[in-house]
């Protein structure tokens, strides 16, 4: 049981951070390298609005998703609009720089220290025990809750919402799209405000439960190979294959050895590179238009 | 762009150019290390006291009149920048002292580089290599904590004489090669003790989550866990751990961090064996590390400055005690026969010989969270090994 | 086909024995000659840090050079450039750590060794393209890693493998300036190699197959076998490169091959200017010494101590911002900056721009 609980989480913790790959490459066909420095940088926003709100931490919390959101739109405003009809491999590279800029300014104005949000704001971290023994952390269980908000929302969003629809067409064709008068800038602005918003709830709930500092970024890129599985412009294949990474993770820590539990979500991922490069959601067609 | 590009060529043309500024009489000793970089948390702190010390050294007079200049380089853990910082403190500023103050994986180059300049070399923040245990490398000094299997013997020893020796143990490492090897040590030596050791759970450098190490830890049943891998490590899967209402007790390395995590922690079962006094005990030494701290207004907070404070301490009476400061070979005979009166820090003073480049005794203390006083308390006073 | 000219400059190929002259006008051979010297005499004008710094130059020239080769010309793309310096460097490493192998005996083994990953880093590219082959030799990368650090870890040299100098007829390798010449020889016969592979058949071929795979098919050049070619070369000197690395610096260890160093060998080619040798150089150049620039220029600014902690932090922000400089507003990188500037003054006292160049 308790397994089970494990493989959750975890599978929580990737689709969270996955989901904002997809969104991106889905919308723009952009590889945004820097989601895991984004993400860090949402958890550190949280520290730096928990010192500044201390008298309402709930208010700390939602200003440092919001910022987050903020700051997604900007660097689309700012930076990769500047990129768009670039080579995509410029516009990738692109975005590894910016992680390396994200990363040099972190420990910039944060240093190397580790930090724990959750005593800054005074919060308790809660054990919950389940049926059968199993036992999760609040912060664990939000995150899972998180996760199906995020994607349930999504979902309902780009299938049902005005915006949702146009980043839909925006992905499928943005010539036509733009020529039915949608503006695709605001498009892919919004999808980097949301991907950024998504990948830093994941930061900031990871940080709350078990502290932060700057090697958080690993975290962002370990979560890449869940949004590969699935196929980079599949949200559900986000899900399944979070879910598939985190079984094959958390199987061979309890079963085979842990000391290659840095290494089988990259052997997963050459395999279904292998058989079956496009993910197991993505659209074949895909592959050529790169 | 163009002018920008060709400013970047003149800064170059500036740099490459014009010649360090010498000052004359300043003693000059190279660090390098990792300040900055994923694992800097552990070093950064302990340089910073290291350079409060030689500051506070340097206005009241320097070593026999004169000044010491300390040089920082960082490396960020990489080994080639330490490399190549080794090699322009050795060749360009001409230190009479290399300082390494990084991960394990920057002391080959730097080892390398200091044999070949014949320049000693201290380890003052990391695990001390083997070299310098006896029989000692010649070149090789080391005045850090870490006493790489002497802190598994005291840490098993600390068991026993807690709960005997009919005890199931659990280990946690992590996936560095330094750690890995020590933890090896400590099962081997667990098994020769008779005890039980039921998990060996080695972690990824950044985990996203514990949990699945800490269930194997928990569902075997190990009443008390012996770890010895970087704090972030260590912390966390002992929390992890507590997360699954796993009610044993966890013994772990006491890091730099080891005196503010055992009061956020606030856990009776949390142990932390080290070689360095905790601030809680407050001693005058450690109110003169605070106010130094204060007064320069630090990044850091005093009590992770201890390490540095000793290497200070060493510094300063390599130095003095060198017939000439000024010269590496000199200097390096002097550390070969120096005793450091830590002032309380360690629990005796720190001695090397021509044979001992570690230190001739080894000290450890034992602190854990005492809810009812609310404060740190010391379990088990300092405990002594001779190294041999 | 040779490098074009610029058609200003007055110079114009006159039979076919021209177009296989390496160096072709009389200002060409003169400048050469001249930087030649200069490289020549450099080490024994400086001090040995500036020496240690040419030499690195020169390392990374040999990688960038390969990585150019791939990624540049045959538009190839990989991420896995830190992992085959890692395989070359592990070779060499562990070839002298079992065997006492020497120098004539690890360098071909590490440059076969690369040539075999080559192959397996390439067999993706058959299938893939774009991102999905960038994140399959990505992949790679971690799987190399991962066997160089359990054999760190199994044979326990945790701090990293201790490798000695290589003696060459008896001569021991060792001063900065005997490895000074000794790279910059070794940089100088990858520039020649990579030199004669663009003008030779392959050359065309990975042009043609990085402009349009389609019509280089329709072409009748092999797309698979060319491909592969470009992977097994490039990791044959990259590896080659990773023992140089092992046996200059004195030690292996995985640490020192991290994504970060893959991330500086791509913003060479970048900053250089992709799909020029000389842009390889120019980003090697850049790249290598950029760090130290920054860093002489924050000793020079007021308050350097209190600065000390935090040059790192300021590096890595800075080169992100110099790569996004690089990619947003330059994107042919120093090379379209050198032609710029060397067409201004061809073609001075007149102005021009060209077809499909920035103005």
């Known amino acids: ?290 | 762009m163009k002018t920008m590009n060709w400013s970047i060529l003149v800064g170059l043309a500036t740099v490459l150019a014009a010649p360090p500024a010498l000052a004359q009489d300043a003693l000059k000793i190279g660090l390098t290390g990792a300040l900055t970089g994923p694992v800097a948390g552990t070093y950064a702190p302990a340089v910073e006291g290291l350079r409060l010390y030689i500051d506070r050294l340097n206005k009241a007079g320097g070593v026999n009149g004169r000044q010491i200049e300390l040089l920082l380089q960082d490396d960020a853990s990489e080994p080639s920048r330490a490399a190549a910082n080794a090699k322009r403190f050795l060749t360009q500023d001409g230190v009479v002292m290399l300082l390494n103050a990084s991960l394990s994986s920057t002391y080959a180059p730097t080892i390398a580089e200091a044999k070949r300049a014949g320049v000693p070399l201290l380890f003052t923040a990391a695990a001390c290599p083997p070299e310098v245990f006896p029989p000692a490398d010649p070149n090789l000094f080391c005045t850090t904590a870490f006493g790489t299997e002497y802190d598994s013997r005291a840490a098993l020893n600390f068991i026993k004489e807690t709960a005997g020796t009919e005890v199931k143990i659990g280990f946690q490492a992590m996936a560095i090669p330094v750690s890995r090897g020590e933890i090896d040590y400590a099962e081997n030596l667990a098994k020769g003790m008779g005890m039980t050791s039921v998990a060996k759970e080695i972690t990824p450098p950044p985990a996203p989550d514990y949990s699945p190490f800490a269930s194997n830890i928990s569902s075997a049943g190990a009443e008390w866990v012996w770890s010895w891998a970087p704090w972030g490590s260590q912390i966390k899967t002992f929390e992890a751990l507590r997360r699954l209402g796993w009610e044993g007790n966890y013994l772990a390395w006491a890091h730099l961090e080891a005196e503010s995590e055992l009061e956020r922690v606030k856990d009776p079962g949390f142990y932390v064996l080290g070689a360095n006094a905790l601030f809680a005990e407050d001693l005058p030494v450690m109110q003169e590390i605070t106010d130094a701290a204060q007064a320069a207004g630090a990044e850091y907070p005093a009590n992770q400055m201890t390490e540095g404070w000793i290497a200070g301490m060493v510094i300063e009476a390599a130095l003095a005690s060198a017939e000439d400061p000024g010269s590496a070979d000199s200097v390096r005979e002097a550390m070969s026969g120096l005793s450091v009166d830590t002032k309380g820090l360690r629990g005796g003073s720190l001695e090397w010989t021509e044979e001992n480049h570690f230190r001739t005794q080894q000290h450890y203390k034992v602190y854990r969270w005492n809810p009812e006083s609310e404060g740190i308390e010391t379990v088990s006073g300092w405990t002594t090994f001779d190294v041999e | 086909m040779s490098k074009p000219l610029p058609s200003a400059s007055g110079h114009f190929r006159r039979s076919y024995a021209d177009e296989f002259r390496l160096i072709e006008t009389r200002l060409a051979k003169t400048s050469a000659a001249a930087f030649a010297l200069v490289l020549l005499v450099f080490p024994f004008a400086v001090s040995p840090f500036y020496v240690d710094l040419a030499t690195q130059v020169f390392l990374a020239a040999i990688g960038a050079l390969a990585l150019m080769l791939l990624t540049g010309i045959a538009g190839q793309i990989s991420l896995g450039h830190a992992g085959l310096l890692a395989a070359g460097a592990f070779t060499t490493g562990i070839l002298y750590k079992e065997f006492g192998a020497p120098f004539w005996v690890t360098l071909p083994s590490a440059a076969l060794a690369g040539a075999l990953l080559g192959v397996v880093f390439g067999l993706p590219s058959l299938r893939l393209r774009g991102l999905y082959l960038a994140v399959s030799t990505l992949a790679l990368h971690f799987l190399v890693v991962y066997l160089g650090g359990e054999y760190e870890t199994r044979r326990g040299f945790s701090t990293g493998i201790l490798v000695d100098p290589p003696v060459v007829f008896g001569y021991e390798i060792y001063a900065p300036r005997v490895w000074y010449f000794v790279l910059l020889a070794a940089a100088a016969l990858t520039l020649l190699i990579c030199i004669n592979l663009m003008r030779s058949r392959s050359g065309r071929a990975w042009r043609a197959i990085h402009s349009n795979e389609t019509v280089a098919e329709a072409l009748g050049i092999g797309i698979a076998r060319y491909k592969l070619l470009a992977f097994v070369i490039t990791s044959a000197i990259t590896a080659m490169a990773g023992a140089l690395f092992a046996y200059y610096r004195g030690f292996v260890s995985i640490e020192a091959f991290s994504l970060y160093l893959t991330i500086q060998y791509v913003a060479m080619i970048i900053i250089g200017g992709m799909g020029s040798l000389l842009g390889a150089l120019l980003g090697a150049l850049f790249v290598t010494l950029f760090p130290y620039v920054i860093e002489g220029a924050m000793a020079a600014l007021p308050g350097a101590d209190r600065l000390a902690g935090s040059v790192f932090a300021v590096n890595y922000a800075a080169f992100g911002i110099v790569m996004i400089l690089f990619l947003v507003f330059e994107p042919q990188g120093l090379v379209g900056i050198w032609r710029r500037v060397r067409n201004y003054f061809l073609l001075w006292p007149f102005r021009q721009t060209a077809l499909g160049e920035r103005p």
């Open chain 1, 1 to 290: 049981m308790q397994l089970a609980v494990n493989i959750l989480v975890l599978a929580a913790i990737y689709a969270l951070i996955a989901c904002g790959y997809v969104l991106i490459y889905r919308v723009s066909r952009v590889l945004n390298l820097a989601h895991g420095e984004l993400m860090m940088l949402g958890a550190y926003m949280l520290v730096a609005t928990a010192s500044a709100f201390s008298m309402s931490p709930v208010m700390a919390v939602v200003i440092a998703a919001l910022m987050s959101l903020a700051v997604g739109g900007m660097v689309y405003l700012f930076l990769m609009r500047r990129m768009t009809g670039e080579m995509v491999l410029a516009a990738v590279l692109t975005t590894v720089a910016l992680g390396i800029l994200i990363r040099g300014a972190v420990i910039l104005i944060w240093s190397a220290q580790q930090y724990h949000p959750r005593a800054m704001l005074g919060w308790g971290n809660p054990v919950i025990t389940l049926p059968g023994d199993a036992r999760i952390s609040l912060y664990a269980a939000l995150l899972i809750m998180a996760t199906v908000v995020v994607y349930g929302g999504l979902f309902l969003f780009l299938r049902f919402g005005r915006w949702g629809m146009r980043m839909r067409a925006a992905g499928q064709d943005p010539l036509l799209a733009a020529q039915r008068g949608i503006n695709l800038h605001a498009v892919f602005a919004l999808a980097w405000g949301l991907s950024t918003f998504t990948g830093a709830l994941a930061g900031i709930l990871i940080a709350l439960d078990s502290g932060l500092d700057s090697t958080m970024v690993m975290i962002g890129l370990k979560a890449f190979p869940a949004a590969l599985v699935g196929g980079l412009d599949s949200l559900a294949g986000a899900l399944l294959g979070a879910l598939i990474i985190a079984a094959a993770e958390v199987g061979v820590i309890r079963f085979i050895d842990p000391l290659l539990a840095d290494v089988v979500p990259f052997i997963v991922l050459i395999a279904m590179l292998v058989i079956r490069p496009w993910g197991l959601f993505g659209t074949r067609e895909e592959l050529d238009r790169v």
